[in-house]
Structure formats: structure tokens, C-alpha cells
């Protein structure tokens, strides 16, 4: 008994990718996905962090300001005479902590702190001639004020703000994910209290006031997102990584089957369970027998009958194929060759791409036709598409070989397949086959009628034998003879049977048609 060999069985690591690729691509997804959305939910966090945080700086400023367009008209007029007044806006104002006034834009001469007072501004510290982020003088050297300035020809107010009470709404807003600080010009003040003259990060959100100038920065500190990712999503993480784990085991139980039917397969064809079912291919004018497409089963032990869906493509993917299909050349031979076939028999074999490019074709045509000794039988062989043929000299060459043989080449399922008008220009091609979804629509489907219409006359143009499948009701078969389809096949005319059983009723038949 013939030992078949299968080298794809063998290695077992092509398997081993798509697996790791199974357990690693919903984990990867699931931390993409979780990186993503919680970049996105903390930068929602800090941009509404800043957002709270900017009102409250816009409220302490717009007190100060309130509190300078009083006060200012009073600049000019002795300190004695106005200072309680100035005291008063302390009292009353929320967030002031001292109010000055000053002449001549930057000589401060009244403090509600000091009574008369004289100190000179320096006013290139303050940003649009406003606002100064200053350090606290005195006795609190780590405190910083917010100061406020406003003047109108040369006489105004400064409002002073206590750095602490920008402290106080920078440490309640701020969290851990997410550092608020508040900066005017080149300094930044920080939720500690303390003076930045620069930024050491770049913020990931900046808010500018539309009211004064001065912006809050919000920042994701280093690591942040990570830590997130880690505390709020790793719920999903760990389902992403259970799904891949059932990916594995699913992938490994789908790889154990492929293996196994392999292998049943290398053991169906030592075994010879692989049988050859022959359906007739009748004349359209009379229905007489002029053929027969040579189809497989398999007979399997246990299983019973498989048909060729459930094991072609496989064996297909496998390189299988070939093998099965010189066994079925051999075996249809072997039981041919005994028996007395009508003149021009048409005999058609179904033969895959694989099979049809490599040379080996040659010689399984020349065996088959060797066992078939004097028969006048005509081989076709239906190329299937379920791959694609490539236009290479080559494969030009195989044809040219098998046409010198006198056997034909016919395109299987034509219509359906991506490639059957790339067939018609790149090789010699003799026969095409009408696939069974535009027949069983005859009648039915106008729009399919006419698809079929322009197949029929594409057919007739380039000089093709058309064969017409699918045939299962006397109103298909009328239509498809009167457009002149010379050759059908289909339930109407016979199922495919066993080759024993084909041969019976074909001797039949004959008997019948010569008496």
C-alpha cells in the first residue's frame, strides 16, 4: 500500500503565530484601549480642573478690581482724609488684603496698612500694566501676593490679594493626578504657595482669563496615566486578556481538528475512501448521455458519506489536493477502461490551480489516458477558483502541453468567481461552465437572465463550449437549449451516483438507444 506523505504535517510551529497572535492582540487592544481613554479622562479632569480653578482667580480679581475703580477717584486726596475709607474696602471686600494709592502712576504715598506711605513701583513687573504675581515683604518671606493695579492719568489704586487665598483654591482643586498653578507673565505660583520665575514642565492644558492676565496651568504628572490605567481599568484589561486566553484554547482545539482531519484525510486516501461519483452531461437537443463530470466523496468509516464542501477546502489548504485527485484519475480509469464508452465521450474532472501549475498534471493526464487505452474519450478539465491561477509562462506552457493531448480546459462556475474574465484574456481556454446560481433564477430573475444572456454571447464570440449546471426543471432546460447551450447537467438529467452504479445505467442506456 502506498505510504502518502503530508510535510505540512509535520512542523507543528505555523500554528504557534496565530495563537500567540490570539492571546496578544486583545490584551494589546484592551491597553490601547484603556491608555486611550484614560488620556482622554484626565485630560477631561485637568481642563475642568483649570476651568474651576480659573473662575475662582477671576473672582478674587474682579474684587480687586471693583474695589480700585472705588477707591480710585480718591488718589490725590491727603491720606489723613481717606485712609478708613481704604481701611473700610479691607474690611468689606472679600479676598483684599490691602489697598494703596498711588500719582504719577507708580508713587504709592497712602497704604490702608500704613497711613502715609511712600514707595515707588517698579511698573515693568506688572503684565499690561495690571498684574504682578509679587513675594510676600515682612515677615512672611515664603508668602506671595496677587497684586492688582489700576490707574487713570496717572492716579489710581493697587489691591493687593494674599498669595495665600490662590494657595487655599490651588490645594483644594488640586489632586494628585492633576497640579493646578496659576501664572502672570513669567512667574508661576504653584499650589504651595511659592514663586516660579519659570515652568519646568510644559502643562497639558492652559486657560487663559478673558478678564485679566493671567492663565492656569494644569499638569498630568509623570507616570499618572500608567497608575490610571492600572487603578480604573484593569477590569478590562484582565477580560481582554481572558478573551485572548479563550482565543488560545479555541485556536488550539481548531488546530487539534485541522491536524486530525489531515491527517484522516492522508489515511482516507491509503485506505482508497476517497470514491469517485459520476453526474451525467446530457445533449440539450435529446437528453442523451455525452458525459459525465467525475465528482468525489468521501466514504467515510464512522462519519458515512462526506461531501466535498466539508473536506475540499481543507485538502485544498493542505496540499492534499493533488493527491486526490490523480487517486480519482486512477480509480475512474481503472473502472472505465473495462467498459464500452459512446464515441466522444466527455469525461471532466475537476482540477485546482495548484494541481493545474505544476508539471506533474502532464504526466497524470498521459497515466490517465494510457489506462484508458483506446477509448475515445474527450478529458476536460474544469479549473476551480477557489485560488487563483497566475499568468506565468509556465502555467502557458503546462496548458499548451495538455492541449497537444487533446484535452480541454474549462472554466468552472463561471461568473462567480473574481478571476473568470481574467481566465479569458491570459490563457487558451476552451469551455466555459454556467454556474447553478444564474440557472436556478431562469425565469424568475430578468436581471439575472440578462447576466446570463451576455455570458452566453461572450461565449459565442470568443468561440467557447458552454456547459450549463444546475438544470432542475423543464422550463430551465428549454430556455438554455433555445440559446443554444449544446451540453447540461443537473438533477433534471440524473444525481451524481456511485462510478459502479453510473456505469450500469449508462450500459442501459446505450443498450436501449441501439435497439
Known amino acids: 500500500m502506498r505510504r502518502w506523505r503530508l510535510n505540512l504535517l509535520a512542523p507543528r510551529k505555523w500554528y504557534q503565530w496565530p495563537m500567540l497572535a490570539a492571546a496578544g492582540l486583545p490584551l494589546l487592544i484592551g491597553l490601547a484601549v484603556s491608555f ?167 502643562p497639558d492644558t492652559v486657560l487663559r482669563s478673558e478678564q485679566f492676565p493671567v492663565s492656569v496651568l494644569a499638569t498630568i504628572p509623570a507616570g499618572t496615566l500608567p497608575k490610571r490605567v492600572v487603578t480604573d481599568y484593569s477590569g478590562v484589561i484582565g477580560v481582554c486578556a481572558m478573551f485572548g486566553l479563550v482565543l488560545v484554547i479555541s485556536i488550539q482545539r481548531a488546530s487539534k481538528h485541522v491536524r486530525v482531519r489531515q491527517r484522516e484525510m492522508v489515511r482516507a486516501m491509503e485506505h482508497g475512501e476517497f470514491v469517485p461519483y459520476l453526474q451525467p452531461l446530457v445533449n440539450a437537443a435529446d437528453a442523451r448521455w455525452v458525459g459525465a463530470e467525475v465528482l468525489v466523496r468521501w466514504h467515510h468509516p464512522t462519519e458515512g458519506i462526506i461531501p466535498p464542501n466539508n473536506f475540499i477546502p481543507l485538502a485544498e489548504s493542505s496540499a492534499l489536493i493533488t493527491p486526490i485527485t490523480r487517486a480519482l484519475f486512477r480509480a475512474v480509469a481503472e473502472k472505465l477502461a473495462l467498459v464500452n464508452l459512446p464515441k466522444g465521450f466527455r469525461l471532466s474532472f475537476n482540477v485546482s490551480p495548484q494541481h493545474l501549475t505544476d508539471a506533474s498534471i502532464i504526466s497524470d493526464c498521459d497515466a490517465l489516458l494510457a489506462m484508458l487505452g483506446e477509448k475515445r474519450v474527450q478529458i476536460v478539465l474544469e479549473l476551480t477558483e477557489r485560488e487563483l491561477l497566475a499568468a506565468q509562462s509556465e502555467t502557458r506552457r503546462i496548458l499548451e502541453a495538455l492541449h497537444s493531448r487533446g484535452i480541454k480546459i474549462a472554466i468552472d462556475d463561471f461568473g462567480t468567481g473574481h478571476s473568470s474574465l481574467g481566465y479569458l484574456r491570459d490563457f487558451d481556454m476552451d469551455a466555459v461552465k454556467i454556474d447553478q446560481s444564474f440557472v436556478e433564477k431562469i425565469g424568475a430573475d430578468p436581471l439575472a437572465e440578462r447576466v446570463l444572456e451576455s455570458i452566453l454571447e461572450l461565449a459565442a464570440k470568443l468561440e467557447l463550449i458552454t456547459i450549463a449546471e444546475g438544470v432542475e426543471t423543464t422550463e430551465q432546460r428549454n430556455y438554455l437549449s433555445d440559446r443554444g447551450v449544446p451540453l447540461l447537467q443537473g438533477f433534471l438529467f440524473g444525481r451524481p451516483s456511485p462510478i459502479d452504479a453510473f456505469i450500469v445505467e449508462l450500459q442501459s442506456r446505450s443498450a436501449a438507444a441501439s435497439t
Open 36 to 202: 486611550w481613554h484614560a488620556h482622554r479622562v484626565l485630560h477631561a479632569d485637568a481642563a475642568s480642573q483649570a476651568q474651576r480653578t480659573l473662575g475662582h482667580i477671576d473672582r478674587m480679581l474682579g474684587n480687586a478690581r471693583d474695589t480700585a475703580l472705588r477707591v480710585g477717584p480718591r488718589a490725590g486726596m491727603a491720606c489723613e482724609d481717606v485712609v478708613l475709607e481704604l481701611r473700610e474696602q479691607v474690611n468689606s471686600v472679600l479676598f483684599v488684603r490691602s489697598v494703596d494709592l498711588l500719582t504719577n502712576d507708580n508713587e504709592v504715598y497712602c497704604s490702608s496698612l500704613y497711613g502715609n506711605y511712600h514707595g515707588h513701583l517698579d511698573l515693568t513687573a506688572y503684565v499690561d500694566g495690571h498684574l504682578r504675581i509679587a513675594p510676600h515683604s515682612g515677615t512672611q518671606p515664603d508668602a506671595t501676593l496677587l497684586v492688582y493695579r489700576n490707574a487713570i492719568d496717572g492716579r489710581g489704586a493697587i489691591v493687593t490679594i494674599d498669595g495665600r487665598h490662590v494657595r487655599d483654591v490651588l490645594s483644594l482643586l488640586d489632586r494628585e493626578d492633576v497640579l493646578l498653578s496659576i501664572q502672570v507673565g513669567d512667574v508661576t505660583l504653584g499650589p504651595n504657595g511659592i514663586i516660579d520665575m519659570a515652568v519646568a514642565h510644559t
